[in-house]
Structure formats: C-alpha cells, structure tokens
C-alpha cells in the first residue's frame, strides 16, 4: 500500500521514556505495541533537548495565548527563550526525517495540541493555549498530521489520525518521485470516495484543479493539491457518508448479484447505518465481491483498505 514503516514523531514520554518533569514517563499501550510494528518513532522531548534536566520543576505558561512565556511554577524561573532555541534548531533537524506525522503530549505547556491551560497575571487558568513546540511544528510543517494521545483514546479521532498519516506518506511518495500531471490525475482517481467519505465540496475543488492541470507546473499542481488534499481528508468522516459510499459501490456489481445477495449486502448496510456493526462489515463484504466480480476501478481505490489492517481500525467505528 505505501514505504513502510513510516516515520512518526512523537513525545519521547509516551515511549516510555523516563522524561517527564518528576522523573517518570506516560508509556501508551497502542502507540508502542499496537501502531508501533508500522512505524518508526523519532522521539523528542523539547524540555530535556533544551538542557532543563530530569526531574525539573514543573512549568506553565503565562500570558498572552498566542506569545505565552513558560514559567516554573514555584521559582518563576522563565524557560522561554531555551524553549524557543530547542525547537527553531530540533524542526531544521527534522525537515529531513521524512515524518509522515506526529503524536504529542496533551497538556504539556511543551507538546500539547489544544486546551493547554493558560495563566493570566492574576493565576487563573484557561483552556486556550498550545505548547510551545508544538505551536511551533505546527507553524512549520503545516500539512503533517499532529494529534494528542489523550484524543487517539476515541475510536473515530484515532482512526483519522492513522488514515489522515497513511495518506500523507501517500502523497510525499507522490511529490518526491517523478511527479507528472498524470501521476497526479491517477492519485486523485484512487482516493476519490476516500475523500467523498471525508468531504464532497473538498472533492469537488480537488477535481476542478485536477481539470485545470495544464495551467501548472507539475511541482506548482502538486503542491496546490496537497493542501487541498490534507484538508479534504482532517474533515471527519460520518456514518451517513460512509453508507453513501457503500450504496455507491454497490452499484458497480448490483447487476452481477442474485436477488438474495443484493438483499444481504443492503441488509449489512442498513445494520452498519444503525450502528448494529461496525464499519468493516459492510466493507469486508463488499470486498468479496469487488474481488470475485474483479471491478478495477473499485479495487484499486484507497478506501477499502486506506491502512493496515491488522489495526482493526474499522473493527470500532
């Protein structure tokens, strides 16, 4: 399906690394043992790399949301600048790890995502603030997929998070080999319900831009697509477009099946759409036939098997 394993960034504490700022670690069961065998980790820990030691006191931001300073709590020491440094020198490194995404620590005031607790001048906390490198990746590298690993605990984010990473590795395998407009017109034709399942209007724009491929450069088109193409894809997923998704493909072989068969695919559907089974059901169905009917358009498209899957991702959503 794509280079494997893929390069994954990640906060070293979640490998069980002894980092954390009492000495201790968050070692998270899937990411290790589960998506681990599929990736490889690039782990950092933006307080250590900036020389703060383990253990350390433990930290904050203060102040303004979008220019926050990292304050220890009890000696108010300011750690801002180390911070800044560590992570202006740690992205330049990374820019040749070839990272397909990254999976942060939530809360921390180095690594959180989102909701990171922010302090005013009078010490009440807020929940607007985002750690201070992965503000700063962020800003940097745009297009790679980021999550928490607090949030991967949903089934639904989790099964995002790994589709949106699967299909960035698809897309840098794209640009970094020889890519043509017709390279481009064949990968936007294999994630077409992929991205139908995600968002139809961002399919829609994709296509007008794969139409007027002549007007661009080949790196410029590409480039274009990308953004579109990641943006298509961070939009969740639904139940009822996954059943207009199914019902679709279904009408590729519908006439090659026996009344009784029509009957039990649909029934399979309509049980997945009231949330009797889970998605892979249907979809391990309809797989069958698409492989017994031999349907080439359908078989070749990403969406039935969009990453590996002995994840059992689908098994929960």
């Known amino acids: 399906m794509t280079i494997v394993p893929l390069r994954l960034g990640i906060s070293r504490c979640l490998l069980g690394d002894e980092v954390r700022f009492d000495g201790g670690h968050k070692r998270d069961h899937f990411l290790t043992d589960v998506l681990g065998p599929y990736v490889q980790w690039v782990p950092v820990c933006p307080e250590v790399e900036a020389g703060l030691g383990t253990p350390r006191e433990a930290m904050r931001l203060v102040g303004d949301p979008d220019r926050p300073r990292l304050i220890t709590i009890k000696s108010e020491r300011d750690h801002t600048d180390a911070l800044h440094r560590m992570s202006a020198d740690r992205l330049d490194s990374l820019k040749s790890s070839d990272l397909s995404g990254y999976v942060f620590k939530k809360d921390s ?82 994630h077409k319900y992929l991205l139908l399942a995600h968002s139809q209007p961002h399919y829609q724009a994709l296509g007008r831009l794969v139409a007027q491929a002549n007007r661009y ?50 029934g399979v559907i309509e049980d997945y759409h009231r949330g009797l089974v889970p998605l892979i059901v249907p979809l391990t169905l309809i797989k069958h036939y698409v492989q017994f009917f031999n349907v080439e358009y359908i078989r070749d498209q990403v969406y039935l098997n969009p990453h590996p899957k002995e994840l059992m991702l689908r098994n929960h959503v």
């Open 109 to 190: 005031p180095s690594c959180g995502v989102e909701r990171v607790r922010i302090y005013n001048q009078h010490g009440m906390p807020s929940r607007n603030g985002v750690g201070l490198f992965a503000r700063a990746f962020i800003e940097h590298f745009p297009l790679i997929p980021v999550e928490e690993e607090g949030r991967l605990c949903d089934p639904l984010l989790r099964e995002n998070f790994i589709e949106r990473v699967f299909c960035y590795r698809r897309y840098q395998d794209l640009v970094n080999g020889d890519v043509t407009r017709q390279a481009l017109v064949r990968f936007h034709t294999v």
């Open 217 to 266: 450069r080949p790196k410029e088109l590409a480039a274009k697509y990308g953004d579109l193409f990641m943006k298509a894809v961070a939009v969740k997923a639904t139940v009822r477009k996954h059943v207009n998704i199914l019902q679709h493909i279904l009408g590729y072989f519908k006439t090659h099946l026996a009344a009784r068969e029509k009957t039990e695919l649909l």
